[in-house]
């Protein structure tokens, strides 16, 4: 059974700083789509990043990238330059056809 | 442009009661998912939709609970004899496609008493 595996409850950082989330998966399939998503307090899921199983190149969003893995089944996401606003519960999410399945998250505190 | 509604924000009731939870999603998305998400933990997928037809219900839990999306655009996710255990927060998300992000409402807080 695909499970999605988000080894790290809480994380904090300086502001300013860098940080790497982990998040690992179990799979057998070869066609699929990974997902980030932040949620801050106010409780809306926003999305970070996505990154396609087929594409070897690591997806970019300005401050936010990936170290996308797929032989090793890791899909970690990287924030360079810390910002407060930065601060939230973030969710690893693995998607096919016929599967949708997120991880528990890891709660990002960011240190001023 | 309007994001994804959902209505109510809140909603607290008695164990036993039937519940009605709505969706407004993006125009034009053809997709639309919901989820549950307890205190602590990520969103639990349950239900799909593809237009009007529910592509895939393997997550909903048991009978009790139902959704319909008759037109393709709003979806009501309907919960019989609510239990204490249903009680989480449910998120909507829509999306152009299964493999396109999704944009999520605020959810609604059920309460069950």
């Known amino acids: 059974a695909q499970t999605v595996t988000q080894s790290q409850p809480e994380m904090s950082v300086q502001e300013a700083e860098t940080v790497t989330l982990s998040c690992t998966y179990d799979t057998s399939e070869s066609d699929y789509y990974l997902f980030w998503y932040k949620q801050p307090p106010s409780r809306q899921m926003i999305l970070v990043i996505r990154?396609?199983?087929?594409?070897?190149q690591n997806a970019t969003e300005n401050r936010f990238s990936v170290n996308f893995q797929k032989a090793a089944k890791s899909f970690s996401l990287k924030i360079s330059d810390s910002q407060l606003g930065d601060a939230a519960m973030y969710f690893c999410?693995?998607?096919?056809?016929?599967?949708?399945?997120f991880g528990k998250g890891t709660r990002l505190h960011i240190l001023p | 442009g309007a994001g994804v509604s959902q209505t109510p924000s809140n909603k607290v009731t008695e164990k036993g009661k039937y519940v009605e939870l709505r969706c407004d999603p993006i125009s034009g998305h053809t997709a639309l998912y919901w989820y549950r998400q307890s205190l602590g933990q990520g969103p639990e997928f349950l239900i799909y939709?593809?237009?009007?037809?529910?592509?895939?219900d393997s997550g909903l839990p048991n009978d009790r609970f139902f959704a319909v999306r008759p037109e393709g655009s709003v979806s009501t996710l309907k919960i019989q004899r609510t239990e204490r255990g249903d009680s989480a927060v449910y998120l909507c998300?829509?999306?152009?496609?299964?493999?396109?992000?999704?944009?999520f409402g605020d959810g609604t807080r059920l309460s069950i008493l």
């Open positions: 999410a693995y998607i096919t056809d016929d599967k949708i399945i």
């Open positions: 990154q396609e199983a087929y594409k070897q």
């Open positions: 939709f593809q237009g009007t037809g529910a592509a895939d």
């Open positions: 998300a829509s999306s152009f496609d299964r493999d396109q992000p999704q944009h």
